[in-house]
């Protein structure tokens, strides 16, 4: 078999329905192998958004995302998109040309050591020099991105090898071939002193407790012990933020209601934390707290951040673990009328004169989106507001970056989301991170994707304005100047509208969110400081 042919059945093997990247002159063998397969490739704008809605893809469906560059410049594209997803957990495969072998001991036309600049963002990365190793290098790919905890890996796959011919055929996975280890009995049985001795725990739930799909046995476990849940953003959704028991999460409420529920427990279980998602300095100024440590990996050594135990096992099965140990119930009193005034500030709607702002804007947005449509967040200023105050309710249908919080997330990832959730999708971004990979917007018109960006424009970087005006009462280097969105939009062929009241945003969004089109919905904001 031509070893271009092989690695396009091993893709095809590990359930690979779709390649996102850019062409490239030593891809031109991949390419065509790609054309003659099942594997649909998604040729893209720009190399990032490639890397972006693998990331998604991965996030959201739990199987690697695949995206595909050429070497030298495409490479270097990658790795922002391939960076976020080692550091926010999302199992990808990144796949870049090289040239030939016999011009690598050189300082060649865009000879770069990619394998090198991929190794501190990846689980593992390597270059298949040899045409018999690619099924041995593709199974092992996807087998490191996929296990707890995901992330990203990577091939080289140089021009000369994929031109070559192959005697080996592709490895396929065992259907039940990775068993994750059940909990330790001692870890366990002393899990259940830190809490039962406790008169305040408080559950922390992060990324893992989204992406295990632990979030059954999470609730369960909440639902047995009265015990709250506080997310990260990136755990949002994994207990409803219906539920009484949630306290959405750690930076949520116009008074910090959340962070003074978790200064006052004496007792936290961290269910899927990465310290990566947020600084546990900030919960645990003193490190005093007793914490339970429940994920697949051990903990992170930091100052902040010793826990009393660590469970270490697959979560789900922790968590159970947890529930047959039959708690008692603890008094809700404690926590309660912080969740009533969390509850209020985020289901309050907007005043008819009260001036544009995503907080206020996040009530009409959740009351239009079904509860299992999936808001894809860029990062900035919108995001924390997003966070913070968009009330979530199932897993996995509130997309944050926040390990490497990459702006230019939103657009892309909403293209990937729409491709694989039967829901709504709406992509939130503001005008910085918008235009940052706003090209998409074609793939996205080629693959007939029907999301809604709802784009939040203030003229400037207005997270960076807002720290600076803190810090210093003043601020430099954030203004920006932008096109006529609406107009942009519709010379895509998207429609675009550019609201003048609440009472319009409300009509617009919810008929956008209705349609079977593609479409934006700029929401124009006062600068930070002159609102």
Known sequence: MKTSDLLVACLEAEGVESVFGLPGEELEDVLFSLRDSSIEFVPVRHEQGAAFMADVHGRLTGHAGVCLSTLGPGATNLITGVADAHLDKSPVVAITGQGGRERLHQESHQRLDVVEMFAPITKWNARIDDPDIVHESVRKAFKLAEYEKPGATHLEFPEDVAAAESRVEPLTAGEHAVRRPAPDPTAVERAVEVLADAERPLVLAGNGAVRTRTSTQLRAFVEGTDVPVVATYMGKGAVSDADEHSLMTLDSGARDEAERVIERADAVLAVGYDIAEHDPENWNPEGDKRVVHLDFEPAEVYEHYTPDVE????????????????????????????????????????????????????????????????????????????????????????????????????????????????????????????????????????????????????????????????????????????????????????????????????????????????????VPLPRYGER
């Not at 096992?313 to 309660?336: M, N, Q, R, S």
């Not at 509850?343 to 907080?359: N, Q």
């Not at 609440?502 to 209705?514: P, Q, S």
Request: negative net charge; hydrophobic residues 45%; proline residues 5%.
């Open 311 to 522: 469970v270490i096992c697959d979560v789900a099965a922790g968590l159970e673990a947890l529930c047959a140990a039959d708690l008692d119930p603890i008094d809700t009193g404690w926590y309660a009328d912080l969740r009533r005034a969390l509850v209020e500030e985020v289901t309050r709607p907007p005043e008819a004169d009260e001036p544009f702002s995503v907080r206020r804007a996040l009530p009409i947005v959740r009351d239009v989106l079904d509860d299992e449509d999936v808001l894809v967040s860029d990062v900035g200023s919108h995001k924390m507001a997003i966070a913070t105050n968009y009330p979530t309710y199932e897993p996995n249908t509130c997309i944050v970056s926040n390990g490497l919080a990459s702006m230019g997330i939103a657009v892309p990832g909403a293209v990937a989301a729409d491709g694989v959730v039967e829901g709504n999708v709406v992509a939130a971004t503001g005008d910085g991170g918008f235009l940052m990979n706003a090209a998409e917007l074609e793939t996205a018109t080629r693959l007939d994707r029907s999301f809604t960006v709802l784009l939040f424009n203030d003229d400037d970087y207005g997270l960076i304005r807002e720290h600076q005006l803190e810090d210093r009462a003043d601020a430099f280097g954030t203004a920006i100047g932008n096109p006529d969105f609406p107009a942009f939009a519709e010379s895509f062929g998207i429609e675009g509208r550019r609201v003048e009241s609440w009472d319009d945003f409300r009509e617009t969004f919810a008929a956008a969110v209705a349609s079977d089109d593609l479409s934006l919905v700029e």
